[in-house]
Structures are given as structure tokens and as C-alpha cells.
């Protein structure tokens, strides 16, 4: 599998990151993304890009309490691992790096 | 629950069909976000993205698996639908009674193949939904585009065989894959919410 870090995959692993850890699972995850960029999102994709950040090791996830809000069904909560917050951090590193000296996106915010 | 249950069959096709791991977390995310005031709908559209999701990462993770299904499904379907359609054309005079006795069984071997597959594929069953779909969309449109063979083809046999490829296969399929999965012992019946 690539070890390539998706667009998709960072905003998912930013959302997880700002939730405290009994609040990360899929519903607060989805808004929290939605919320913050404006766009919306597949409850479905979200545990798409889950699956895949666990199967690289850089998220984590426990079964939490089932609700009858839930119709019975268990919340999976996540975590971002310590190799998934340094890919965070390699990945921030990289975009900074990128952005740096790019004269049309220095000063304004068109 | 403070208003309707959400849509049983979606619930069923998402519990029966979905993603293997997360199915089970995310049904209850949708539960959650349809008892806090989201439409029907809403619901629908969310189950039918995952299952088609679900697929695409079945392509991508496993392609002998899914075209082994396809194979194995189509293969099923239209064995038997030809048998079973050409023993009883011995016996069937008229197109109306043609109706009544063609598409039962082109349902059910429909069903039967989805129900092979199911057991047989068990995370392949979306894709092979979909392919069945599509595989009967191109026979259809090469009727359409094929002039001579529908001037020859009388109208109530063209739309019988545009009600089998596009209405009563898929249906037979999908009613087969949840047939299949009721009561099958497996990882799809059983979540496997692996926490690490």
C-alpha cells in the first residue's frame, strides 16, 4: 500500500487530532471537517479514509458504547498514533516548504 | 427512537453488503445523525454511497476476487435463466403467459446467483450488483443500437427483455445477496470492529 499521506487522509487525521479522544468517532469526525472547510462529506468516506490510516498504523480505534440513540450500535473511537503524528508533521513540513516563496500566495488571501 | 426508524431495507443493505470492518460503527453514525433530525433521504443517499465506496475498495484490494465473482454470477444467472426460460418455452404460447412464467424465473435465477455468490464471494456482492447492472445495460443498449435485430424482435418480447435486464435481474441479485446473507455465520454478520 502506498505510503503516501491523501488530501482526504490529513484533513481526517487533523479532525481526529482536534477532538478529544471519547468524541473522535464518525459523527464528530464528518462535522468537524465539514465545519471547518465548508465541504460535505460521505459518513462513509471518513470510515473509508479510517480503515486505510489503520491499516498503516497511524490511527487506532476501540469499540465504545452502543446507544439507543445508536439503535444499539457501537461507536468506534480513534486515536492518531505516534507514526501518524509524525506523518502529520512531515506532511505540514512538506506544504510549508512548498508554499514558501510562491510570490501569488504571499500577502493577500486571494 | 423518537420518530420513524430510519429505512429498514437500507439498514439491511448496508448491515448485509457494506464494508466489512466499520459497517456496524457506521450504521450506528447514520442512526445517530437520522434520530437527530436528518431526512430519509439523506439516509438512502448515505448507505448507497457506502456500499458503492465499499466496492470500489473491494476492486482495488482484492481483483481476482471480484471478477472471479462477476464471473461466477454472471455465469450463474445466465445459465440458468436460459434453462429454465427455454424448457418452459415448450410449454408457453402467448407473450401474456410468456409474462407470467419468464420473469418468475428470471428472477429467480437471478436470486439463485446472487445467493452462490454471496456464499461463495462474500465481500465481493456490491460489485457484482453492479457489474450485473452494467453487463445488462450494454446487452440492452446493443439491442437499441443493433436496428435489424429489434425491427425483427416483436415489441412485447423487447420489453420483456428490457424488464429482465433492467429491472428483474438486478432485483433477482440483490434479493439472492440478502437471502445469502441472512443467517450466514461470517465476518459480515458478525462485526469485526477490530480495536487495536
Sequence with gaps: MADYLKDFELLVLLAVLRLDEDDAYGVPIATEIEQTTGRSVAQASVYAALERLEDRGWVSSRVGESTAQRGGRAKRHFRVTTQGLRRVREAKGALVKMWNGIRELQGGTT | ?196
Design chain 2, 1 to 196: 427512537m423518537n420518530r420513524n426508524n430510519p429505512p429498514s431495507l437500507a439498514t439491511r443493505l448496508l448491515e448485509s453488503l457494506g464494508p466489512q470492518r466499520t459497517s456496524e460503527a457506521l450504521l450506528g453514525d447514520l442512526i445517530e445523525q437520522y434520530e437527530g433530525g436528518r431526512s430519509r433521504t439523506w439516509y438512502w443517499r448515505q448507505v448507497i454511497l457506502a456500499l458503492v465506496i465499499s466496492a470500489g475498495r473491494e476492486v482495488r484490494t482484492s481483483k481476482l476476487q471480484a471478477v472471479s465473482a462477476i464471473l461466477v454470477g454472471y455465469l450463474t444467472g445466465a445459465s440458468l435463466c436460459y434453462f429454465t426460460t427455454s424448457l418452459a418455452a415448450r410449454f408457453v404460447g402467448s407473450y401474456t403467459a410468456a409474462y407470467f412464467v419468464f420473469l418468475p424465473l428470471a428472477f429467480f435465477s437471478a436470486a439463485a446467483s446472487g445467493w452462490i455468490v454471496r456464499r461463495s464471494h462474500p465481500r465481493t456482492m456490491v460489485l457484482v450488483f453492479s457489474a450485473f447492472c452494467g453487463v445488462a445495460s450494454v446487452v440492452a443498449l446493443a439491442v437499441y443500437v443493433w436496428l435489424p435485430l429489434s425491427d425483427r424482435i416483436p415489441a412485447p418480447m423487447l420489453s420483456l427483455i428490457l424488464a429482465v435486464d433492467f429491472i428483474i435481474a438486478p432485483l433477482g441479485v440483490l434479493a439472492g445477496g440478502l437471502w445469502g446473507s441472512s443467517g450466514a455465520n461470517d465476518a459480515w454478520s458478525s462485526p469485526r470492529l477490530g480495536a487495536r
